[in-house]
T-cell receptor
């Protein structure tokens, strides 16, 4: 089946710095990718929808200037957490729909971000 | 508004059967997913139902009633490795996934 990778799998950064997370579709093209955030013991929260060649669509309450999304190619989307704070520490997961229909979703393995 | 409800936590015994319920209210409906998520890992796909009825896949089965806005995941012959969170998610009219908070399933020997 289709594979989505994320890099890095975990990262620790200092407060005030920026962190970039990459999401790649390895054997298929993804014009759309979804970015989720998951806090401990909570479900996934959709942050934004990344669209290849155009601006991302952010969910209500998600700061677009803080969470920069770039979808520069059909296989790569990046999420940059700018000026990170400890409250941004979370598990960030990307997903991409497959080609069989909207019911087909492939998740990346996730990135654990810890901001100290 | 859109809402997914599922129990926060359930406990079951190894070898037994457990049913995890999920009710949903969404703007339009294009199917319901069940995912398994182990701690620190991304969700893995278990099932997708868009028509009423029961879909069986090995030890796992999923049921959907569209008229009742209700689904359940049935796990048989429970194994210790089934200890995980089980997430219910509905696909709304915009094909956006609406997620439940997840049910933590604890399996005891």
């Amino acid at each position: 089946g289709a594979v989505v990778s994320q890099h890095p799998s975990w990262v620790i950064c200092k407060s005030g710095t920026s962190v970039k997370i990459e999401c790649r579709s390895l054997d298929f093209q993804a014009t759309t990718m979804f970015w989720y955030r998951q806090f401990p013991k909570q479900s996934l929260m959709l942050m934004a929808t990344s669209n290849e060649g155009s601006k991302a669509t952010y969910e209500q309450g998600v700061e677009k200037d803080k969470f920069l999304i770039n979808h520069a190619s059909l296989t790569l989307s990046t999420l940059t957490v700018t000026s990170a704070h400890p409250e941004d520490s979370s598990f960030y997961i990307c997903s991409a729909p497959g080609t069989s229909g909207p019911h087909e979703q492939y998740f990346g393995p996730g990135t654990r971000l810890t901001v100290t | 508004g859109q809402n997914i409800d599922q129990p926060t936590e359930m406990t079951a015994t190894e070898g037994a059967i457990v049913q995890i319920n999920c009710t949903y209210q969404t703007s339009g409906f294009n199917g319901l997913f069940w995912y398994q998520q182990h701690a620190g890992e991304a969700p893995t796909f278990l099932s997708y139902n868009v028509l009423d009825g029961l879909e069986e896949k090995g030890r796992f089965s999923s049921f959907l009633s569209r008229s009742k806005g209700y689904s359940y995941l049935l796990l048989k012959e429970l194994q210790m490795k089934d200890s995980a969170s089980y997430l219910c998610a509905a696909l709304d009219s915009n094909y956006q996934l609406i997620w439940g908070a997840g049910t933590k399933l604890i399996i005891k020997p």
